[in-house]
């Protein structure tokens, strides 16, 4: 009998079991036969000491059964599994020799921990380094990979893996969403991180001089770089702003590809050019903190052969 139970030791079984989350585990505890009459055993955890005495369950009777399908078998079912379950079991016979030792590791599929991860949208202004961070539980430990999305309808992979996509110096081009990726065996989960850079106002006139004689339609371009922008307007020379209307059509024509532009054309409709047009207009665009302007002087085309002539002398 003595002998038997030593042969139990020598094949103890000693092993690290993963479990899933949520799931059911059995934890195997055989005895070698011939088993002894009369042979108990109990289940041991290390954080919560005795937790079974042969089919009897001390601790965790929700989730904790003793199975027995075969008379030398008391194996620890556990249902249900939560992470506090991650343990090392010992089973013992009641004559003190260990037959088991089985640590169980309880896996999960990944989780984003939203309070550690950055937000569905990121403000970052030009030329500091960008840092986005998705921060996920999950056992085995997740794969995290990064993706962009140029604004298309199918997102890119970056090559980027880890918890962190970091952009230094980042360029206002940058702007994008992004998708952080997290995968284990157990699944994956995606999450979206809208950046934004912020940048002061940039205005450009396409030319600063624009002729045009009477009668004809003349268009001032301008374009207009800056996030986030308040306002972006035309201006007349007496510091009018001008608004769509019957002499004017403002078109505003943002920039795709998510560049972060504005086409602002003020057409001034033919045939209504007066003498009180020319002179001059002004782009404008603010942000809350400043306000960038350039001007464009429509003239008459007689000006230009005059200023044309003033070169050639
Ligand atoms: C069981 O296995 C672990 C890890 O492999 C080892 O550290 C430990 O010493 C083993 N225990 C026994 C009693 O063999
Ligand atoms: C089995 O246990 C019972 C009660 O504990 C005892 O009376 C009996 O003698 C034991 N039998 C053997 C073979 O040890
Ligand atoms: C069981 O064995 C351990 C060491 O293996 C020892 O410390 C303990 O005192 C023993 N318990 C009994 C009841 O024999
Ligand atoms: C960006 O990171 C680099 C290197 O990590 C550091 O030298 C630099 O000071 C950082 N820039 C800003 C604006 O924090
Ligand atoms: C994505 O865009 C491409 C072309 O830009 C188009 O062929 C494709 O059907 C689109 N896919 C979806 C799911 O909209
Ligand atoms: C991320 O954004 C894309 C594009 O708008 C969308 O198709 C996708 O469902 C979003 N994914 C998540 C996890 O929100
Ligand atoms: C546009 O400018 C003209 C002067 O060139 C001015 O008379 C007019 O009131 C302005 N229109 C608007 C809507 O501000
Ligand atoms: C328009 O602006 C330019 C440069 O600011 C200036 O030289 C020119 O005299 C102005 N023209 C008129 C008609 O006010
Ligand atoms: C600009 O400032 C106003 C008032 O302080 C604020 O309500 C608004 O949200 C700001 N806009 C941007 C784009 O920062």
Not at 191 to 215: H, R
Request: aromatic residues 10%; contains cysteine; neutral net charge.
């Amino acid at each position: 009998m003595i002998g038997c139970l030593f042969a139990g030791v020598q094949s103890l079984l000693n092993i690290t079991l993963p479990g899933k989350q949520n799931g059911d585990v059995t934890l195997p505890c055989r005895i070698p036969e011939p088993v002894p009459k009369n042979i108990s055993v109990r289940w041991y955890s290390a954080k919560d000491s005795w937790l079974t005495f042969g089919t009897r369950v001390y601790k965790h009777r929700t989730y904790l059964s003793v199975q027995k399908p075969a008379p030398n078998e008391w194996n620890l079912h556990i249902k249900n599994l939560a992470q506090s379950f991650t343990d090392v079991y010992t089973c013992h016979t009641d004559t003190n020799v260990t037959v088991s030792i089985i640590s169980l590791v309880v896996e999960s599929e990944p989780k984003f921990e939203d309070g550690l991860s950055t937000g569905k949208y990121y403000t970052v202004t030009e030329g500091d380094n960008a840092t986005m961070e998705c921060v996920v539980s999950g056992k085995p430990e997740p794969i995290i990979e990064w993706f962009r999305w140029f604004r298309e309808n199918e997102s890119y992979p970056l090559n980027v893996y880890g918890s962190q996509l970091k952009i230094p110096g980042v360029q206002r081009y940058a702007a994008d969403l992004y998708t952080c990726k997290a995968k284990n065996k157990h699944g994956e989960v995606k999450k979206n991180i809208s950046m934004t850079v912020d940048f002061e106002p940039e205005v450009d006139v396409m030319s600063p001089v624009v002729y045009a004689k009477q009668g004809e339609a003349a268009v001032l371009s301008c374009v207009v770089q800056g996030s986030p922008l308040v306002d972006v307007y035309w201006t007349d020379k007496g510091g009018n702003r001008n608004s769509t209307w019957w002499k004017y059509w403002i078109q505003t024509i943002p920039s795709g590809n998510g560049i972060p532009v504005i086409f602002i054309n003020m057409i001034i409709r033919p045939a209504i050019i007066s003498i009180h047009d020319y002179g001059n207009y002004t782009c404008n665009a603010k942000s809350n903190e400043s306000h960038v302007q350039k001007g464009v002087e429509l003239k008459k085309p007689e000006e230009k052969s005059a200023d044309d002539s003033l070169t050639y002398n």
